[in-house]
């Protein structure tokens, strides 16, 4: 799967506390648009459940762990998201579902594009045959 790969960022170790940096085009292999998190999800929730058609992103976990299993339209891939210093990079055209929240996780995204509702693809049977023509 060579559209998800994991991404270690800078760890800063300093007795007053730790620093993590990500950097467009340096440690991110892209310009970054939007950035945004969620928190307080509650157990059992899953959030994703959608692809990207031209969006790129990373995802990282900055407290707490959660799992993201990815899926190119040929294999699927299971990752453990649990150091602030490490995160998932997803190109275009994958699946994403996370879930398995610890109580306090809060997911970081680095994403490459603003927000468009048009560039999701939302229904995975949709997803399914986007691949198949896009293949």
């Known amino acids: 799967m060579d559209k998800v790969r994991l991404i270690d960022l800078p760890k800063i170790i300093d007795p007053r506390g730790n620093l993590t940096?990500?950097?467009?085009?340096?440690?991110?292999?892209?310009?970054?648009?939007?950035?945004?998190?969620?928190?307080?999800?509650?157990?059992?929730?899953?959030?994703?459940?959608?692809?990207?058609?031209?969006?790129?992103?990373?995802?990282?976990?900055?407290?707490?762990?959660?799992?993201?299993?990815?899926?190119?339209g040929k294999d699927r891939q299971l990752f453990h998201l649990n150091h602030p210093y490490q995160g998932i990079y997803i190109g275009t055209g994958v699946w994403r579902t996370l879930e398995d929240f610890s109580s306090g996780a809060v997911c970081l995204v680095l994403a490459s594009e603003l927000f468009n509702e048009d560039e999701y693809i939302y229904e995975y049977d949709d997803f399914i045959e986007w691949v198949r023509r896009n293949d």
């Open 21 to 72: 940096v990500a950097e467009q085009m340096k440690n991110v292999p892209f310009d970054i648009a939007r950035v945004y998190w969620t928190y307080d999800v509650p157990s059992g929730e899953r959030r994703g459940g959608h692809a990207h058609r031209s969006c790129e992103e990373i995802v990282v976990a900055v407290s707490g762990s959660f799992d993201v299993e990815v899926f190119d």
